[in-house]
Nanobody, 120 residues
Framework: QVRLVESGGGFVQPGGSLKLSCAASGRIFSINAMGWYRQAPGKERELVATTTSGGSTKYEDSVKGRFTISRDNAKNTVYLQRNSLKPEDTAVYYC??????????????WGQGTQVTVSS
């Protein structure tokens, strides 16, 4: 079993910054892609950013230049640094991790979600 624990959400004013963390623990042989998604009220969950085991990154267009995804493979942790936050960034943020629990078996895991509210 794999557990994901998210932290770093909260309330911030427009233009502010917050950093999210998501730590994976449990039965982990290796981790492939790690990513962040978000879901705003009344909207579908959308991809925000992903990073591969090799360090390649991909971002949703609206966050390019403002958000940075990174990972610490030794800690099985993925981060999302978010700067210049806007009210439209308000959402519940979820981490997603593609874990190989025992070669060659892999599963997709989700964090519990953390609320981020951007408002003046």
């Amino acid at each position: 079993q794999v557990r994901l624990v998210e932290s770093g959400g909260g309330f911030v004013q427009p233009g502010g910054s917050l950093k999210l963390s998501c730590a994976a623990s449990g039965r982990i042989f290796s981790i492939n892609a790690m990513g962040w998604y978000r879901q705003a009220p009344g909207k579908e969950r959308e991809l925000v950013a992903t990073t591969t085991s090799g360090g390649s990154t991909k971002y949703e267009d609206s966050v390019k230049g403002r958000f940075t995804i990174s990972r610490d493979n030794a800690k099985n942790t993925v981060y999302l640094q978010r700067n210049s936050l806007k009210p439209e960034d308000t959402a519940v943020y979820y981490c997603n991790v593609d874990v190989v629990t025992a070669w060659p078996y892999r599963n997709d895991y989700w964090g519990q979600g953390t609320q981020v509210t951007v408002s003046s």
